[in-house]
């Protein structure tokens, strides 16, 4: 399925969305909670139209950042030979 045919689909759901939290809201009233899914929905619908002018006007989407292995073994000690023990307390003396 190509991308528009996504968006438009999400675009459909979201339009139920706004029509069922539309009628939600009559049945319960406009209090805080229905205000927040209210405010919620309607990022979700700002987010899918830029994600749509995002795509129409051919930008990817950003590259997800490679993943970064972190060994298990410890560090070279001679790296840290230059810093202090930040927050530990000099050296030469024992913490009170």
């Known amino acids: 399925m190509a991308v528009h ?3 438009t689909t999400v675009q459909r759901c979201l339009d139920d969305l706004t029509r069922s939290v539309g009628r939600l809201e ?3 009233g406009t209090g805080l909670d229905i205000r927040r ?10 987010s ?4 749509r002018e ?4 051919g ?3 950003p590259p997800r950042p490679d993943m970064v292995h972190i060994p298990d073994a410890p560090y070279d000690s001679s790296l840290w030979t230059d810093s202090d023990d930040e927050g530990l307390g000099a050296r030469d003396r024992h913490a009170p």
Do not use: G
């Open 5 to 7: 045919d996504d968006l």
């Open 26 to 28: 009559q049945q319960v």
């Open 37 to 46: 899914v209210r405010t919620a929905a309607d990022h979700l619908r700002d």
């Open 48 to 51: 899918v139209a830029l994600l």
């Open 54 to 57: 995002s795509t129409a006007a």
């Open 59 to 61: 930008q990817p989407a």
